[in-house]
């Protein structure tokens, strides 16, 4: 049942956050789908441009629209996740998502508002809700890699005229945290001070996460096991931080990255502890169960869990 995700916000805000987990597959599909029906707990689906081309973009509606036929209690959203003008009024023509993200983060603060704000005009008149973007965040994700020294902390003093000037529905926020499997490699973590201070000048604004995996060590280690060569000791954003976080105003926490490592772990352990196999089906199977579970934990920890009841 797709809920919109202004009514997941007002919710949610300051007592728990909204998984926004990126699909490419049929598999994380399902697996996200069964674990959000399992769980009772509410959830965005999110797609950005590269997830689109490679699957098509009707085929990935087609398999949500089919998910949630399958998994008919589950409560959701869809949102295109950094999209440029053109992808965001595709996205709002199609009449499929209820959200969209902008992404001119990367532009001067008045070109991103005027960007952001051409996206907004055509999104509201159809009910769409608008993400947009202040600040740099580091890292690789996708077609977005940004070097250290690009990435730019969003400065608090600007965020409220970016909101009255672009009337968007949401911020994504650059903290501190990155986006890919390399986070934090200097050991920041995530800068609360300036998060505190965007909620003050915010007041019940919903606040976004981009970058927000665990990236769990013992998964790295166990691809690096079995033939992987992923750099270790990268950590991600800890359990303490995303629970602060949530109660600072974040209501939306992007998940990607794990859900890569894992399948990269259920892959690489199947093909390496049985050479003789190759059916896609098995290894498939074993992604979507270890991505329920993965997900189960998630909803946990962002005390989602059961939450999914207060949207009937
Ligand atoms: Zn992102």
């Given at each position: 049942m797709i809920i919109s995700p202004k009514e997941f916000y007002e919710k949610c805000y300051g007592n728990y956050a909204i998984a926004a987990v990126n699909v490419f597959t049929m598999e994380q599909i399902h697996g996200l789908f069964r674990a959000g029906e399992k769980a009772n707990a509410p959830f965005?689906?999110?797609?950005?441009?590269?997830?689109?081309?490679?699957?098509?973009?009707?085929?990935?509606?087609?398999?949500?629209?089919?998910?949630?036929k399958i998994y008919h209690?589950?409560?959701?959203?869809?949102?295109?996740?950094?999209?440029?003008?053109?992808?965001?009024?595709?996205?709002?023509d199609s009449g499929k998502y209820?959200?969209?993200?902008?992404?001119?983060?990367?532009?001067?603060?008045?070109?991103?508002?005027?960007?952001?704000?051409?996206?907004?005009?055509k999104a509201h008149k159809y009910?769409?809700?608008?993400?947009?973007?202040?600040?740099?965040?580091?890292?690789?994700?996708?077609?977005?890699?940004?070097?250290?020294?690009?990435?730019?902390?969003?400065?608090?003093?600007?965020?409220?005229?970016?909101?009255?000037?672009?009337?968007?529905?949401?911020l994504a926020v650059?903290?501190?945290?990155?986006?890919?499997?390399?986070?934090?490699?200097?050991?920041?973590?995530?800068?609360?001070?300036?998060?505190?201070?965007?909620?003050?000048?915010?007041?019940?604004?919903?606040?976004?996460?981009?970058?927000?995996?665990?990236?769990n060590q013992e998964d790295v280690n166990r691809i690096n096991a079995c033939g992987g060569a992923l750099s270790q000791g990268a950590s991600g954003v800890s359990p303490n931080e995303i629970k602060k976080a949530i109660s600072h105003g974040v209501c939306k926490i992007n998940i990607a990255t794990d859900t890569r490592i894992l399948w990269a772990r259920v892959n690489r352990e199947f093909f390496w502890n049985t050479p003789e196999l190759f059916d896609p089906i098995i290894p498939g199977k074993e992604y979507m169960d270890a991505y329920e579970q993965f997900m189960l934990e998630k909803f946990d920890l962002l005390r989602a869990t059961g939450k999914a009841a207060q949207f009937i």
């Open positions: 965005l689906v999110q797609m950005t441009p590269v997830a689109r081309n490679y699957a098509h973009p009707d085929m990935l509606l087609a398999m949500i629209e089919a998910a949630s209690k589950a409560k959701y959203a869809i949102h295109l996740d950094h999209g440029t003008e053109s992808h965001a009024f595709d996205a709002i209820n959200s969209v993200m902008i992404d001119a983060s990367h532009d001067d603060f008045q070109q991103n508002v005027r960007r952001t704000k051409l996206v907004v005009d009910n769409v809700f608008v993400e947009a973007e202040l600040g740099v965040l580091s890292g690789v994700e996708d077609d977005i890699s940004i070097d250290e020294k690009s990435a730019k902390y969003t400065q608090p003093n600007e965020v409220e005229q970016f909101v009255e000037s672009t009337n968007c529905d949401s650059a903290v501190g945290t990155s986006h890919g499997a390399y986070k934090f490699s200097g050991g920041q973590g995530i800068q609360f001070n300036i998060l505190e201070e965007i909620q003050q000048r915010l007041p019940n604004f919903p606040i976004v996460l981009h970058g927000g995996s665990a990236v």
